[in-house]
């Protein structure tokens, strides 16, 4: 596969993250990938920094898994037409009957059969149609090896020599406050127009903030100790300085939508860590003193990496890195901007900072004065292959492990499952489809028993309904917008795109949610399939806006620009109510329309009396027991998840998470029908909201173990960035029980109408 067309699986879930390398130079060369080690160390040493440098709480995070690359498919051939003799066959049917006048020689005596011409010539039309589209399917696929493609909105930037380079700065982030701000929120220097870049619905949410920079790069052109400004530091300025340097805020910044990175050494092997952006200062002390002082990282040093093309002579940017240093300029003479001359830094005198021996203290009325250096350097790495850096594969051992500790809850699941079905089952259909005579009938127990009440409605139908539609909205979003990342098409230049395409995707599913519980509502006898609309429009939406305006507001009190803008908020409220709810509306009236699902079985007047159960068969008991399987197939990947949510990492491996999604439907629907078995053969006929409880509640144990991870893996510390933790996990929890709960709902219920449509009733 040529490098031109390789896409990217990621998660565009932040932009700054710990990556490591393999390759110290930071370059990967064509066709050199299975050359690469399959292990990389963790990032469980320190890094070694500039010996000048004290940090405090550094900390280096997991790696993600390597890009799983999918071949593309050949085309499925369609039969456009039915066959000719089942077309015909109605014509001869007739044709016999008014020819033969007896039933015994219809068929010898029929005469031949007349296709109308005016039929055949519609079919040609449409059979040349789907020819023709078969056949351009067919060339586009065989011609994409040999041409390449890229997807939309990330196609590949040339630079000439001396073309400007823009150099983007993004917003402020720290693990510790969750809190991102913007970049000209700090006392920085800025350029005479700040001109901020157009963002999707994704990266609005996200927080992110790109606006231009002073810093001005000529692609290939070196520059050394260039000054942007020269700024006084007020009170309050170098208290929100001060601020940030303790909650290790980070500046993140944008070349050719590439993130900035800062190379870390490590000292254990010879491999480089990267790390998202830069911080803005650090805390050291003084030698001979112990008070801590906070410096400000003012000067620096930048590393643009390209890959030419030998023929054009044009580059395409590769790699950008920085190094940042903190040091107390001195200058001789009169402050003339830019042309000052710098006694601390002067490319004359051949005077370079490569160390912060002299730090740059944020003191009350100090000067400060900022300066870079940019370099360039070729590199062999393709354009195509430039996020192999940040991607680079570390844990894809803990992921495997993942998937085979799930694959052995599936198994296990499916040999009790088929133990039921295939000899439980069977041997019970036998015996009761085999008793002749009411005694005997009286005298057997088990789920027939049950079956005059089986499929007797629930109490509170109506809210089951509205959460089996949500549920399915849910499912078509995850599995539209899952197979979409699988494909490639959520690349890391396009930050915002996975957030963005839920929200369309979910908006769009509302046709599924309207669908499907107004199908389950006329099944309940239901008559107001508008109501029943509403809440299925309304009820979730409706929980996670509340939730969603309430943190907002938070961040807002923050001043943090996280907080979403009412314009974006106002743009939220159109897609629910202008898009989604008359979609809702839409699959309620069709799936109304059609003809109820009517039960294998008839429904008795008067309920029968549920024996009293045993302590095992507990509601309670068998709902808890329930939802530790579909969590315990699920929470290895999901403390990668959290990891690349809550400490701005890359999410990407879409391969994996496709596979533990499977497993998840699959272990929600097996845990439902054997617990739902064992409820009925202990004739207990309320199974409705109880299947639906016992898959759902692994939400319980995901919430339980984002409590565990907030207090073994974050820093957070404030109370305004917890309550957002636990807001958003809170909604995440809830969410994941509304899809989990469905997914065992429908195992059940296609479960119940198996087993009670196989025997004889009376």
């Keep these: 596969m040529g490098t031109a067309y390789k896409c990217c699986f990621l998660c565009d879930a932040h932009q700054s993250s710990w990556i490591v390398s393999s390759n110290v130079a930071g370059s990967v060369k064509q066709g050199e990938r299975g050359n690469q080690p399959s292990h990389v160390p963790r990032h ?74 005016a039929r055949t010539q519609m079919r040609a039309p449409a059979m040349l149609r789907w020819a023709l589209a078969a056949a351009a399917l067919a060339a586009l696929l065989s011609a994409a090896p040999a041409a390449g493609f890229y997807l939309p909105g990330v196609a590949p930037t040339d630079f000439a020599k001396g073309d400007e380079l823009m150099v983007k700065v993004n917003k402020l982030t720290s693990i510790k406050t969750q809190l991102p701000y913007t970049y000209y929120s700090l006392p920085f220097c800025k350029p005479s127009t700040i001109v901020d870049s157009s963002e999707n619905l994704g990266e609005v949410l996200r927080g992110d903030r790109i606006e231009n920079s002073p810093y001005a790069f000529q692609m290939r052109e070196p520059k050394m100790c260039q000054i942007v400004c ?89 790699g950008f890195e920085v190094k940042p240093y903190s040091i107390k300029h001195q200058f001789d003479g009169k402050w003339n901007d830019a042309s000052t001359r710098l006694s601390t830094c002067d490319p004359h005198d051949s005077k370079f900072v490569i160390n912060s021996e002299t730090p740059q203290e944020v003191e009350v009325g100090k000067d400060i004065i900022f300066t870079y250096d940019v370099r360039f350097e070729e590199s062999e790495v393709k354009w195509a292959s430039r996020w192999d850096t940040y ?65 007797r409605p629930p109490v509170n139908s109506d809210l089951l309904c509205v959460y089996v539609g949500t549920g399915v909205q849910f499912f078509g979003m995850l599995l539209v917008t899952m197979i979409f990342a699988v494909l490639g098409f959520l690349s890391p230049s396009n930050r915002g795109g996975l957030m963005t395409a839920m929200l369309l995707v979910w908006v769009l599913m509302g046709l599924l949610a309207g669908y499907s519980s107004s199908r389950l509502y006329k099944m309940f006898k239901g008559a107001e399939w508008k109501q029943i609309t509403l809440r299925t429009a309304f009820l979730f939406p409706g929980i996670a806006f509340v939730i969603f305006f309430i943190l907002n507001a938070l961040i807002w009190g923050e001043k943090s620009s996280g907080a979403v803008p009412f314009t974006t908020m106002f743009a939220l409220v159109l897609l629910w109510f202008g898009i989604s709810v008359p979609l809702v509306f839409v699959g309620s009236y069709l799936g109304f329309k059609k003809p109820a699902m009517e039960p294998p079985v008839k429904t008795n007047k008067i309920p029968r009396q549920i024996p009293e159960q045993a302590w095992y068969m507990n509601p ?80 319980l144990y995901l919430f339980l173990y984002a409590g565990f ?54």
Excluded at 427 to 432: C, M, Q, T
Excluded at 651 to 658: M, S
Excluded at 664 to 676: D, H, Q, W, Y
Excluded at 683 to 690: A, Q
Aim: hydrophobic residues 40%; contains cysteine.
């Design 44 to 117: 469980d040493g320190q890094a070694s920094l500039p010996a000048d440098t004290q940090f405090t709480n550094l900390h280096f995070s997991r790696d993600l898994a390597a890009k799983p690359y999918y071949p593309i498919k050949p085309p499925v051939r369609i039969r456009s037409s039915p066959p000719p003799e089942a077309s015909l066959l109605p014509l001869r049917r007739a044709s016999a009957r008014r020819s033969s006048p007896t039933l015994r020689h219809r068929h010898r005596h029929r005469p031949p059969i007349q296709i109308p011409r």
């Design 620 to 699: 309670l008991f068998t709902i808890l027991i329930g939802g530790i399987l579909p969590f315990g197939a699920v929470f290895i990947e999901l403390f990668f998840i959290l990891t690349s949510i809550w400490l701005h990492q890359f999410y990407y491996i879409f391969g994996f998470l496709f596979l533990v999604f499977v497993i998840l439907i699959i272990t929600c629907a097996e845990i439902t029908v054997v617990l739902c078995y064992f409820q009925l053969c202990s004739e207990d006929y309320n199974w409705w909201w109880r299947s639906y409880l016992t898959s759902g509640s692994s939400a």
């Design 230 to 318: 020269k700024l006084t530091v007020t009170d309050k300025e170098a208290k929100e300085l001060k601020e940030k340097i303790e909650d290790e805020y980070r500046v993140n910044m944008v070349l050719d939508n590439l993130p900035l990175v800062v190379p870390v050494q490590r000292q254990d092997k010879n491999t480089i860590a990267y790390q998202g952006g830069y911080h803005v200062g650090v805390k050291g002390q003084y030698s001979g003193s112990k008070e801590e002082k906070h410096f400000i990282h003012n000067h620096l040093s930048f590393l643009v990496k390209y890959h030419k093309d030998e023929e054009s002579e044009l580059s395409r940017i590769v």
């Design 391 to 455: 991607l680079l594969m570390s844990d894809d051992q803990i992921h495997w492990f993942s998937i085979v500790n799930s694959l052995m809850i599936v198994l296990f699941l499916s040999g009790m499952v088929a133990m039921i079905m295939m000899r439980t089952l069977y041997r019970d259909i036998s015996r009761y489809n085999q008793l002749e005579t009411q005694e005997e009938a009286q005298e057997e127990t088990g789920w027939k028993l049950v079956h005059g009440d089986v499929f």
């Design 709 to 762: 991870y907030f207090y073994t893996k974050l820093q957070i510390s404030k109370l305004v960035s917890g309550i957002l933790y636990f807001g958003y996990m809170l909604l995440a929890s809830f969410s994941f029980f509304v899809l989990t709960g469905t997914i065992g709902f429908c195992a059940c219920f296609w479960f119940t109408r198996l087993i009670y449509s196989s025997v004889k009733i009376d």
